[in-house]
């Protein structure tokens, strides 16, 4: 398999945050062993509608080539047609990357329809695994077969459709780790010959979260340190509207920021000099990064099945 790149976060410089992470629920289905949504001790919420509107608004008002990402510490699925219709406001007001994580498991076929009638630009599917002893050890509570039968129905009735057939397009993910140590190219395989994208990536340590498995890649991974690319690209709301530098801070109880009674550039410019200490090579001093290892995920490695494109390239 072809190695992840290490990005060039030393030029990156931003007015406004290039991905916006937007928690639209903290709720989810499933227990699974690389993520900490079970440990999770803010209160359960559901963005309201007036916050999914202002991020929108904001975002649509700046730059509309700003990716939006529905995800976090929830299953977006759980929201039911209110989710689709919350990425049909975004499409409305002509966001142009409106992309959504979801770990496929309530899939339903006539989700398919409502991606496209709402204008959904991507769906990635959380799998990890290529064997269902693998899966059930890190989507606890879920079946591969089932999910793997709801990710082919999708391929399926879009290839059937006549339709735009790259929307949404169908990205399956593998996050690596000790768990599925030796299934990455089974599954990408398995998955291009299905005809879907494949996005494998490194597990996240979450911020070194005490519960988690810690990724020994990363820890081994002897690359001299480079500004970290969450921090340098991206900002994380959170379903109760506290807006936070970077997702491993996802049980954060409070925040200098909240969406209700401030903006998004506004958090992202007294970010700042967060960014700056990661420019100036500073991260020793600073205590909120200084031992943590996920900056060496900030890439992932996408694969495209024939006829889709050639090649792969980091993303």
């Known amino acids: 398999m072809k190695k992840i790149q290490h990005p060039d976060t030393l030029s990156m410089n931003y007015d406004f945050p290039r991905l916006v992470v937007v928690e639209p629920i903290n709720l989810c289905n499933l227990r699974c062993s690389i993520c900490p949504q079970k440990s999770l001790t803010r209160e359960p ?122 929307k949404p397009k169908i990205v399956v993910q593998f996050i690596e780790s000790e768990r599925n ?33 810690q990724a020994s890649e990363l820890r081994s991974d002897s690359v001299a340190r480079y500004p970290c690319p969450w921090l340098m690209r991206s900002i994380s709301i959170h379903s109760n509207g506290n807006i936070v530098r970077c997702d491993a801070f996802w049980n954060a109880a409070t925040s200098e920021f909240n969406i209700k009674e401030n903006t998004i550039k506004e958090s992202w410019d007294a970010l700042r000099k967060d960014r700056d200490i990661h420019k100036n090579k500073l991260w020793d001093n600073d205590q909120k990064c200084k031992d943590c290892h996920d900056w060496k995920c900030g890439l992932s490695q996408k694969y495209y099945p024939e006829g889709c494109c050639e090649g792969s390239k980091n993303d």
């Open 45 to 166: 919420a559901i963005l309201s509608w007036a916050m999914w509107r202002k991020i929108v608004d904001e975002i649509a008002d700046t730059d509309k080539s700003v990716q939006l990402w529905p995800a976090l510490m929830g299953e977006p699925l759980l929201l039911g047609a209110d989710l689709w219709r919350r990425i049909a406001y975004a499409k409305s007001r002509k966001i142009e990357n409106v992309i959504l994580n979801t770990n496929g498991v309530l899939l339903k076929e006539s989700d398919l329809w409502a991606m496209r009638d709402c204008g959904l630009d991507e769906l990635i599917v959380g799998i990890d695994a290529a064997t269902e002893d693998t899966y059930r050890k890190i989507r606890c509570g879920a079946e591969l077969v089932r999910v793997d039968a709801n990710v082919r129905n999708l391929i399926g009735q879009q290839r059937c459709s006549l339709s735009d057939k790259n």
């Open 181 to 213: 140590k030796g299934e990455t190219d089974i599954f990408i395989k398995h998955w291009l010959d299905k005809g879907a994208i494949v996005k494998v990536r490194r597990m996240l340590e979450w911020g070194n979260t005490n519960g988690l498995p």
